[in-house]
């Protein structure tokens, strides 16, 4: 028989990165003490992009509005000198200066972990989110089929809650999603491995599951006994007394 397909073999290798609460709170930087540590946001050049395309489109109606030989009914615009072009251009730049600074007010500028909440820290303010009223944090990927994306996007996930942010980038973003309607955050991250390095359980604890402390011990029992030799059994020493 043929080969199997590799995209048939794995539709969804880029299935989403999840972290409940418990998790966090039992996290691997938790477990190495190395918090409160920040992380600092990204953003791409596709985001930068997106705003010189929207600054483009506002200026570029402008002039078409403002060139267009006849207006309704044949009325001729450029008679009437009541507005003039640079007037609107001061309005379109006074409009893009507002919107520009509602959408940067909207992004955090960095995100603080300490062990049992989180700090976002946007340009005015700064928001407290304690990890006991996290539903869950999840690392959202760029999706490469049809079967991944289905019925898995931000608004199918969450259609009832707001989210603080704007996708940064078009790889990997990062919500944050609380017990709340409007206390949700997405944002993007420069640190984004490090950021699922410490806050996620370490690698091997991840393989082993919910039962990795019964393991463990059952390990350190494993090496105390190689080390101090087996202990008596509990059949000879009744065989003994008797």
Same mark, same amino acid.
């Given at each position: 028989p043929p080969p199997p397909c590799p995209m048939a073999a794995d539709p969804c290798a880029d299935e989403d990165d999840v972290a409940t609460a418990a998790? +966090?709170?039992?996290? %691997? &930087?938790?477990?190495? #003490?190395?918090? !409160?540590?920040?992380y600092h946001?990204?953003?791409? *050049? &596709? $985001?930068?992009? @997106?705003? +010189?395309?929207? %600054?483009?489109f506002l200026l570029g109606y402008t002039f078409f509005v403002y060139? @267009?030989?006849?207006?309704?009914?044949g009325y001729d615009s450029n008679e009437d000198d009541s507005v003039l072009l640079s007037e609107l251009i001061i309005f379109d730049v006074a409009y893009l200066a507002l919107l520009?600074? $509602?959408?940067? %007010? #909207? =992004? !955090?500028? /960095? =995100?603080?972990?300490e062990n049992g909440r989180l700090l976002i820290v946007f340009c005015c303010r700064t928001r407290v989110v304690p990890i006991e009223s +996290? =539903?869950?944090?999840r690392i959202i990927k760029r999706k490469t089929t049809k079967q991944c994306c /289905?019925?898995?996007? +931000?608004?199918?996930?969450? !259609? *009832?809650?707001?989210? *603080?942010?704007?996708?940064t980038n078009?790889? #990997?973003?990062?919500? =944050?999603?609380?017990?709340?309607?409007?206390?949700n955050y997405f944002f993007c991250l420069h640190e984004m491995e490090e950021f699922v390095a410490d806050n996620w359980p370490e690698q091997d604890e991840a393989e082993l599951g919910p039962d990795a402390d019964a393991q463990a011990a059952a390990g350190a029992i494993g090496q105390e006994?190689?080390?101090?030799? !087996?202990g008596p059994s509990v059949l000879g020493t009744s065989d003994n007394a008797l």
């Amino acid at each position: 028989p043929p080969p199997p397909c590799p995209m048939a073999a794995d539709p969804c290798a880029d299935e989403d990165d999840v972290a409940t609460a418990a998790l +966090l709170l039992n996290c %691997s &930087g938790v477990r190495r #003490q190395i918090f !409160p540590k920040t992380y600092h946001t990204r953003l791409s *050049w &596709g $985001f930068f992009g @997106y705003l +010189l395309l929207l %600054s483009g489109f506002l200026l570029g109606y402008t002039f078409f509005v403002y060139y @267009y030989p006849f207006g309704y009914d044949g009325y001729d615009s450029n008679e009437d000198d009541s507005v003039l072009l640079s007037e609107l251009i001061i309005f379109d730049v006074a409009y893009l200066a507002l919107l520009f600074t $509602f959408i940067f %007010s #909207q =992004v !955090p500028r /960095k =995100v603080i972990r300490e062990n049992g909440r989180l700090l976002i820290v946007f340009c005015c303010r700064t928001r407290v989110v304690p990890i006991e009223s +996290l =539903v869950e944090i999840r690392i959202i990927k760029r999706k490469t089929t049809k079967q991944c994306c /289905k019925g898995k996007r +931000l608004c199918c996930l969450y !259609p *009832w809650k707001c989210f *603080w942010g704007y996708p940064t980038n078009f790889n #990997q973003n990062i919500i =944050v999603v609380t017990d709340t309607t409007c206390n949700n955050y997405f944002f993007c991250l420069h640190e984004m491995e490090e950021f699922v390095a410490d806050n996620w359980p370490e690698q091997d604890e991840a393989e082993l599951g919910p039962d990795a402390d019964a393991q463990a011990a059952a390990g350190a029992i494993g090496q105390e006994a190689q080390v101090h030799g !087996p202990g008596p059994s509990v059949l000879g020493t009744s065989d003994n007394a008797l």
